[in-house]
C-alpha cells in the first residue's frame, strides 16, 4: 500500500528550538510539495520540488524555514528558530506527473507541530 | 476530534440526502480545478477533479460543476453517508505565475444519521 509517510507526527517543542520534519515520498513519485495548514490560513504552499530541485520555495520565510531533497526518498523541512506562530500541521505531498496531473497528489498524513 | 481545528461554514445534512457545496474562486486562469477530503487527523485526499474546458465531470455518488463566467465551482454528493463527513476544499491550478495548487478555506460536511 503505497503512501507518503511524515514523522513525526506530532511534536511539542518550545520557541527557539530546531524542528525537522520529514518526509518520505511514495516510490517513484518525482514531485513534493510541503504544505502548512492553520485555523487562520487554512492550506498554504511552502515549498514545491521537482526531480529533487526546488521549483517554487514563495510561501517560506525565509529566514527561518529551508526545505531540502536529500536523496529521492527524503524531503525534510526544518525550522530554525522555531516560534509560536509556526504552530500547525505541515502536511508533504508526492505526485508522479506535478502539476500536470495535479489529482494526483497524494497527502501524508500531517506532522501536528506546537511551538510552545 | 479535529485535525486543525478550523473555523468553517458547516453543512449539515441527513443521511441519504444529497449535499452541494460550493466554491468561489477568483482567478480566471485557473485552468484546472480539484475537490479534496480531509478526515480529522488525515491528509486531503482526492475526489475528483475538472479541466476548465468542461463544466460538469461525474464520479462515483459525486459530481462537479464547474461555471466559468461566475468562477463558481460545486461539488454534489449523492446519497450522502456517514463517510462522507469531512471537511472539502476546493483547489484551482493557475495557467501562469505560481502554478501549484491553490487552495479554498474549506467546508465542513456533517451527516446526521
Known amino acids: 500500500d503505497a503512501r507518503v509517510t511524515q514523522t513525526p507526527r506530532h511534536k511539542v517543542t518550545e520557541m527557539g528550538q530546531e524542528v525537522t520534519m520529514r518526509c518520505q515520498p511514495i516510490l517513484g513519485h518525482n514531485t513534493v510539495f510541503w504544505y502548512r495548514q492553520t485555523m487562520m490560513q487554512g492550506l498554504e504552499l511552502l515549498a514545491y520540488?521537482?526531480?529533487?530541485?526546488?521549483?517554487?520555495d514563495s510561501g517560506m520565510p525565509k529566514d527561518r524555514f529551508s526545505a531540502e531533497m536529500p536523496d529521492a526518498t527524503l524531503a525534510t523541512l526544518k525550522i530554525q528558530p522555531s516560534e509560536p506562530r509556526d504552530s500547525a500541521v505541515y502536511f508533504c505531498a508526492s505526485g508522479l506527473r506535478g502539476l500536470q496531473v495535479p489529482g494526483e497528489l497524494f497527502f501524508g498524513e500531517g506532522s501536528r507541530l506546537t511551538v510552545l | 476530534g479535529e485535525s486543525v481545528g478550523l473555523h468553517l461554514p458547516t453543512l449539515s445534512v441527513q443521511e441519504g440526502d444529497n449535499s452541494i457545496i460550493n466554491c468561489a474562486y477568483s482567478n480566471s486562469a485557473s485552468d484546472y480545478f480539484i475537490w479534496y477530503k480531509q478526515e480529522s487527523g488525515k491528509g486531503p485526499q482526492f475526489i475528483i477533479d475538472i479541466r476548465s474546458n468542461m463544466d460538469k465531470r461525474q464520479g462515483q455518488r459525486v459530481t462537479v460543476l464547474l461555471n466559468k463566467t461566475v468562477k463558481h465551482l460545486s461539488l454534489q454528493i449523492a446519497a450522502t453517508q456517514p463517510g462522507d463527513s469531512a471537511v472539502y476544499f476546493c483547489a484551482e491550478k493557475r495557467t501562469a505565475g505560481r502554478r501549484a495548487l491553490t487552495f479554498g478555506s474549506g467546508t465542513r460536511l456533517q451527516v446526521q444519521p
Open positions: 520540488f521537482r526531480n529533487r530541485a526546488p521549483l517554487d
